[in-house]
């Protein structure tokens, strides 16, 4: 994609990625647009300002949560998926990278230390896609390679795109894995406007497999449509003849939510998208989510077609869901968020021992509290 | 420091057909039945007109003369057939002077969010700058002079007429107005029009379009369709009165709205009556079926009746009953 301005804040240009970008304006502020449309098109490519590691926004007590830790180095995307909660999120829309990857990384270092024991899941795909822009892959690059000798941290690069080159031919150390959001295509076709085809994402989730990076999968959201068991059971025959359950290292699953608020901004951004009619019901979160016993069919279904296709071993989680959820579609749910926590390291540290050298220490974990 | 003034020239006459009448904002606010004409009307038809209508060239822009006040006795004149009618001419003025009379004219009108944001549209179509009208219109209006806002009034004025006399009529806040414009206005209309047949609140508008919209996305329906199905249709055509048919045309929109939670409502409502229909024991759970909790709760008037409500709760059949609700849990 081209974008229609790019802005290099004079702090990072002498930074790799300001200087792959060529010639761009140099300025310590960038457009700031409002529109959620317009910013896509515009790049800043800025210093690191302020804190950047926190955990998952969308922690809530009363749901339960993966506890995941996110860095907000990339703020809006170039893809228009319909349900997408930036377009009712971002005040200044431009897509803003921040390129200080060395600060970045000492405060990862320094929050972390203090939590040796702990395995650290950290993502970069809070408020953007982690690969989405070819040329800023570069600055994901820079992660990979500063992520393989953090112990105890992963790097989570989440993405719907299908570029993933840069990543190929580097030592990563088993410390970052690559994940893919994925629906069936005809979901894809109509509500993750310019994202990679499933086909494209496979192909590159194959690319990635094969250079020894742990995959990791997100079934989130589920969209229902009629027709809906079908094409997430092809969904999932198609993944893993991409790729082998073995490299898989853990599987979310979760379905379409949104605020009030954002019902109107899909509804009046995507005249045409028909998710916001399905019949839902909101949640002590202030979320729209389908009626309870339809998501538990959906999840169900979708953990069986996983189990038939040989993936019964992947970690599978389910992505801000209730206990009793949980309880109908796995027959058990974790005691705590802390818990989730210890059960996803302990997964990761018998099935993929180079990722998560350290045995986790269940105490540690369920002494955990959460704000 | 003296204020400057229109340059006012002698009273003339001046023939009718000659006269712009793009500033005329009282038409709108009589379409909203805001002004009640009739007595003025009766007036002039007695003794014609005695005060001349207050005409200006504006920043001397080419063309007719602007009519500036008197668009009411230029209406009856032109009905009239009247040749001439007397005119005051002020000669040039700036756009500000004129706001400020249009302001001074019809503020005492535009108490509510809908004759505000007409009065805004009205100001932005007849070419008054953005930022005058945010200087000199908001402010007088009460507003703050925002540009986001004056955008969100404007997105009020584009509600159809009924719609905006609706709001009008219950004093909507600009939030409910805004709520308003993101409904497809086809099926506003048509629920507007409802207004003699079922008792129409701001709430219930909003909830009856928020959930018939949804309906006709996802059955892939229009508004017209949907109000010839039977079942609408046999609610409309029955003799009742009209908060019973309220009452059944929401029941209606919002079991076709959410045909599954409504038929596991109904299950769950049909064990309440098989287990606790004569029970002291009342008994809920989360309509929305997403918390996994049962409330079971009991009043007392007399200590003799405590004994009926431990019996209660101790019973099989109680616990037989929670058994069931809680396995839709």
């Not at chain 1, 060529?22 to 302020?50: N, T």
């Not at chain 1, 000798?149 to 993405?159: A, E, G, S």
């Not at chain 2, 080419?62 to 002020?90: N, Q, S």
Request: with cysteine; charged share 25%.
């Amino acid at each position: 994609m081209r974008f229609r301005s790019v802005t290099i804040h004079p702090e990072v240009k002498n930074t790799k990625i300001a200087r792959r970008l060529g010639q761009s304006d140099i300025s310590s502020q960038g457009p700031r647009l409002s529109d959620y449309r317009q910013g896509k098109r515009h790049l800043f490519v800025a210093p690191k300002r302020g804190e950047l590691f926190h955990i998952c926004a969308s922690l809530d007590p009363r749901y339960i949560c993966c506890s995941t830790h996110v860095i907000s180095q990339i703020s809006n995307c170039p893809f228009e998926c319909t349900y997408c909660f930036l377009q009712n999120y971002l005040t200044d829309t431009t897509l803003t990278v921040v390129a200080d990857t060395k600060a970045i990384i000492r405060e990862i270092r320094e929050k972390t230390s203090v939590q040796p024991w702990r395995l650290f899941r950290i993502g970069t795909w809070e408020l953007g896609d982690s690969l989405a822009v070819p040329p800023l892959n570069h600055v994901a690059v820079e992660l990979v390679e500063e992520f393989k000798d953090l112990r105890n941290c992963i790097l989570k690069l989440r993405t719907k795109g299908g570029f993933v080159e840069p990543l190929l031919d580097i030592d990563h150390g088993g410390r970052t894995v690559v994940s893919w959001t994925l629906n069936p295509p005809q979901v894809i076709a109509k509500e993750e406007i310019g994202t990679a085809s499933l086909d494209n994402r496979l192909r590159a989730m194959e690319l990635v497999s094969k250079s020894g990076y742990p995959v990791g999968l997100h079934f989130d959201p589920m969209i229902l449509f009629p027709g809906w068991q079908r094409a997430y059971e092809e969904l999932v025959r198609s993944v893993f003849s991409a790729i082998d359950p073995e490299n898989c290292i853990w599987i979310s699953i979760g379905s379409l939510r949104f605020n009030p608020e954002m019902k109107k901004k899909i509804e009046n951004n995507y005249p045409s998208s028909r998710i916001t009619a399905q019949e839902m019901v909101l949640g002590n979160d202030n979320k729209f989510r389908y009626l309870r016993p339809v998501r538990e069919e959906m999840y169900s279904f979708l953990l069986k077609c996983l189990k038939d296709a040989g993936a019964e071993k992947c970690f599978t989680y389910l992505c801000m869901e209730r206990w009793n959820v949980w309880e109908n579609v796995f027959g058990w749910c974790p005691s705590s968020i802390g818990h989730l926590d210890y059960l996803m390291a302990d997964s990761v540290q018998r099935r993929f021992p180079k990722t998560a050298p350290t045995e986790p220490q269940k105490e540690m974990y369920m002494a955990l509290t959460y704000e | 420091m003296e204020r400057p003034s229109p340059p006012f020239e002698k009273t003339s006459v001046i023939a009718p057909k000659r006269l712009d009448q793009t500033l005329d904002f009282s038409r709108v606010l009589e379409e909203l039945s805001v002004w009640d004409t009739s007595l003025l009307f009766q007036s002039l038809e007695e003794n014609s007109i005695l005060t001349p209508i207050l005409v200006a060239k504006i920043n001397h822009i080419e063309g007719a003369l602007m009519v500036i006040d008197g668009f009411k006795r230029l209406k009856w004149a032109l009905k009239k057939g009247l040749t001439e009618v007397p005119v005051l001419k002020a000669g040039d003025m700036t756009r500000r002077q004129v706001l400020l009379l249009l302001l001074s004219r019809y503020s005492g009108h535009l108490k509510t969010c809908a004759t505000k944001a007409l009065f805004l549209n009205h100001l932005s179509e007849a070419g008054f700058p953005k930022n005058l009208l945010m200087d000199l219109a908001m402010r007088g209006l009460g507003l703050q002079p925002f540009g986001g806002l004056l955008e969100k009034y404007l997105r009020v004025s584009t509600l159809p007429k009924e719609v905006l006399r609706f709001c009008h009529e219950k004093d909507l806040s600009l939030k409910r107005c805004l709520n308003l414009t993101h409904q497809p206005k086809l099926l506003l209309e048509k629920i507007i029009r409802l207004k003699n047949k079922i008792s129409i609140s701001a709430s219930l508008l909003l909830e009856l379009t928020d959930n018939i919209s949804d309906i006709l996305k996802r059955d892939k329906i229009t508004a017209d369709e949907f109000f010839e199905k039977e079942e609408i249709k046999h609610i409309f055509s029955r003799e009742m009165d009209m908060n019973q048919r309220t009452r059944l045309f929401r029941q209606m929109v919002k079991e076709m709205r959410y045909p599954v939670l409504t038929r596991l409502q109904g299950e769950l409502h049909d064990i309440q009556k098989d287990y606790f229909k004569n029970s002291p024991l009342l008994v809920k759970w989360d309509e929305t079926l997403e918390n996994k909790k049962v409330t079971i709760s009991a009043s007392v008037s007399d200590l003799s009746e405590l004994s009926d409500i431990v019996d209660a709760i101790s019973s099989a059949k109680t616990k037989e009953g929670i058994k069931k609700i809680l396995s839709y849990f």
